[in-house]
């Protein structure tokens, strides 16, 4: 029961795919559904690695092939991390107080920051990946979707004891401080590792999978350490800047050079 309340709530919370409520919802299962987050991502991962195949079928040109692979995920989600992305970065910009910065963050509407915000990162990952579709097709299909799965280990790093939450209600009562560092750096060792084959298959030197996970970590920890400073700790929208910016991140790294 704990194994599949999890896994419901990973998948319910993290996809538009339906899935059965879980039946109980507490600290444990949402501390294991943290940690399997980036396999819960697999149905946008397998949604985004078939657009990026069928459009280099067809004869599609790479970015407009990359943007119908990443808008797979973003409906695939309902576009809640990018909510989150728009949310995180308005609050930052909106005042250098807390509760200030909170309340802007809980209205619902974007700014000029967040939908610049949103504009940047999106780019960025569809540039990085139109990029990476000019190798081989199969193999650069699935090394995207191994990307878009790594990109969800961010919400480990978001999740780990030490890391408090802004708020105590909401995400920040159940999520926060939910798996230990050592979880964590076996999540992001997993993702590294996954990185790394998928990339050395896909014709990349096998070291680029792993760095790609380690600047990417680099970057998540920036992120969360800015949203310590500003808003004294962590919250859901947060946890969705981490993913976008992990996503763009990995997109990045793998295309350069």
């Known amino acids: 029961m704990l194994v599949r309340d999890a896994w419901r709530l990973a998948v319910g919370t993290l996809t538009a795919m339906p899935v059965p409520p879980p039946e109980h919802v507490d600290r444990r299962r949402a501390a294991m559904a943290m940690a399997v987050a980036p396999l819960a991502a697999l149905p946008l991962a397998l949604g985004a690695a078939a657009i990026a195949l069928l459009g280099q079928l067809t004869g599609l040109p790479h970015l407009v092939t990359a943007l119908l692979a990443i808008g797979v995920v973003v409906v695939g989600n309902r576009a809640l991390h990018l ?33 610049t915000a ?48 802004a708020r105590e209600d909401g995400l920040g009562r159940t999520f926060t401080q939910t798996l230990s560092p050592l979880v964590t750096v076996l999540v992001w060792t ?7 084959g998928a990339g050395a298959w896909a014709g990349l030197p096998w070291w680029r999978g792993a760095l790609a996970a ?27 800047a981490a993913v976008e910016a992990a996503l763009a991140t990995i997109l990045v790294t793998l295309s350069t050079g």
């Open 83 to 115: 909510d989150g992305l728009a949310d995180t970065v308005d609050g930052m910009a909106a005042s250098y107080d807390r509760e200030r910065s909170l309340a802007v963050m809980k209205t619902g509407t974007s700014g000029p920051a967040g939908v």
């Open 118 to 165: 949103i504009v940047l990162v999106l780019g960025l990952q569809v540039a990085a990946l139109a990029s990476l579709l000019e190798g081989e097709v199969v193999r650069t299909s699935v090394l995207a979707a191994v990307a878009v799965c790594a990109s969800r280990a961010a919400l480990a790093l978001c999740c780990t004891r030490g890391i408090r939450p």
């Open 190 to 196: 997993v993702v590294a590792a996954a990185l790394a």
């Open 214 to 240: 380690a600047v990417a970590a680099a970057v998540v920890g920036a992120v969360i350490l800015r949203a310590i400073r500003r808003f004294g700790g962590v919250t859901g929208d947060v946890f969705g």
